[in-house]
Structure formats: C-alpha cells, structure tokens
C-alpha cells in the first residue's frame, strides 16, 4: 500500500491506516505529530488547517522510512533521533535509553526539595551516576543554574551523547567515563563532597525480560536495562557506599527504583546509615523514587 499523494491529508491517512493494528490509537497520534514536528516544523493544531497543502517528495520518503520502522517496533524517538524531557530535547540514539517521564518526577523533586537554596543562588554540587543521554543532570543544571553538576557513565559513546545534550541546552555539565562498581573518579583528588548524588541505574532483572516490550528489548541498550538476579541491588548498593564517603553533612540521594524492589532498597539504605529515608510514589501510583539523607 502507498501513501495516495504528497497532501498533508493523505499522509496522515497513510500514518494511521498503517498502524492500526500495532498501536494503541492515542500512541498513534502522538508519533505522528511528533514527526510532522521534527520532519516539516509543524505543531499539531497545523496538520488539519494545512491538509491540502502538499509536501515534497524527501518529506514524504523520511514518513515512509519512519513508518517502516515503526512496524518493526524501533522506537518513535530513535527514529527521529530526538526526546523530549523536561521541557528540553535530547538527542538520542542506540547508546542511551530513552528518557521515560518517572525520570521526570525525579528531576522535579529534586528542585522542589531544593527550592530554597535555589531562590538563594546557593552553590549546591551534584553528582548524576548512570547519565545516558545526559537528561538527568542537564535538566538540573537548566533549573539550578548555580550549582556545580557532574556526571558518569560507564559508556563512552553514552558520554558523548550527554556532551552534545549540554551544548544543545545551553549548559555546563562535566561528563566522566567511569565504572561505579569500581569507581576511578571517586576515589581520586579531583572528586569532591557533593549535596546531591542522583541515579536511575540499571534496575531491571534478566528474569523480567518475558514481560517487557519488544520495542525497548530490541533497540535500548541492556547495559543500562538489566542488572543479574542474584543481586538485582548491586548499583544501589554501591552508589550508597560512595554516597557515605562523599557526601557532605545533610547530604541527599535520590534514586529511581525498580517499584518490585522498593521495600528492600529502602532497607538498604536505612541499614547503611541514611536518615529520613522515604519511599516515594509515580504519578501511575507505582513506588519508584527512593530518598534519603546523610
């Protein structure tokens, strides 16, 4: 089947029609305006006033090829090659995951429970473990423009994903190349105490792979998906020990959880010494955020 002509109408006819069967219809929309935002810079109370008009035949080859890979469940955002977070866009692709929204809530607790020091441009120094495409501390620094933001990642192609993110936003992250279960950085003259340590590392038991979709399987990177049964905690575990050396006096550290895990990781950090722990629910209801303090 081909898309009828070059309108507007007819690829949007085409869009959905195709996909029918594979997606939910709301996910369906929600690709589509996202294409026509990034392919013709069209916002999407556009794509009905402008139905008629046609697009050129590149435009409509780059619909045909997203199309293609969305019926093989390759993600709208790899696609593309862009997500939005917070209010900002990322560049991403097959080394970094793809910025979920509890990542977002993470972020904006983050600010909340720091709304003060912010108001009084107190230079708070934090510390992003596991950054990916570098959405966490980014956004922070875009938020916190006085603090002193670094971040790691095991992954150098990861790493230069995250330093293009900061150039594209507009701000100054310092990005290390470093493995957290045997930590370089940590443990040398140039790391410093820090207010804030932040992590959503990999959390997902190879056993759980049966249950997830095949579209994060296929394309996300499982380095940063998938931890061994045997100790589903092990980065929580270490990122907590690091926390204890380099946090300073009423020191705080956020984590995104696996929602199976919460009562145990809560445990953990309570039996490490961390005060005021608090298990914190997602908008879906879900216990996916873990805090605590020095």
Request: glycine content about 4%; overall charge negative.
């Amino acid at each position: 089947m081909k898309i009828a002509s070059n309108k507007i109408n007819d690829v949007v006819r085409f869009f959905r029609q195709e996909l029918d069967t594979l997606y939910e219809k709301e996910e369906i929309e929600s690709m589509m305006v996202f294409c026509f935002e990034v392919y013709l810079s069209m916002k999407r109370s556009d794509i009905s006033l402008r139905g008629n008009e046609t697009m050129s035949e590149s435009e409509l080859l780059k619909f045909n090829f997203a199309i293609k890979d969305l019926k093989k469940f390759r993600p709208i955002q790899y696609i593309l090659g862009y997500a939005d977070f917070y209010k900002l866009k990322f560049k991403v692709d097959e080394h970094v995951l793809i910025p979920r929204p509890e990542t977002e809530e993470l972020v904006d607790l983050i600010i909340k429970d720091h709304r003060s020091s912010i108001l009084k441009k107190q230079d708070l120094s934090i510390m992003d473990i596991g950054t990916g495409s570098g959405c966490i501390p980014i956004a922070l620094k875009k938020n916190i423009p006085d603090a002193n933001v670094s971040s790691l990642d095991i992954s150098a192609e990861a790493i230069d994903i995250a330093k293009y993110n900061s150039e594209l936003n507009g701000v100054e992250v310092e990005f290390i190349v470093d493995n957290v279960l045997n930590s370089i950085y940590f443990n040398s003259e140039f790391s410093t105490a820090l207010d804030i340590i932040v992590s959503n590392p990999p959390y997902i038991c190879f056993s759980e792979k049966e249950s997830m979709h095949q579209n994060v399987l296929d394309y996300e990177p499982h380095l940063a998906l998938f931890v061994n049964d045997s100790d589903p905690l092990l980065f929580y575990k270490a990122i907590a020990d690091l926390a204890l050396k380099k946090l300073k006096p009423d020191g705080k550290i956020y984590f995104e959880i696996n929602q199976a895990f919460g009562l145990e990781s809560k445990y953990m950090l309570e039996s490490k010494g961390f005060k005021n722990v608090e298990l914190l629910k997602d908008i879906s209801n879900n216990y996916r955020i873990l805090r605590g303090s020095i």
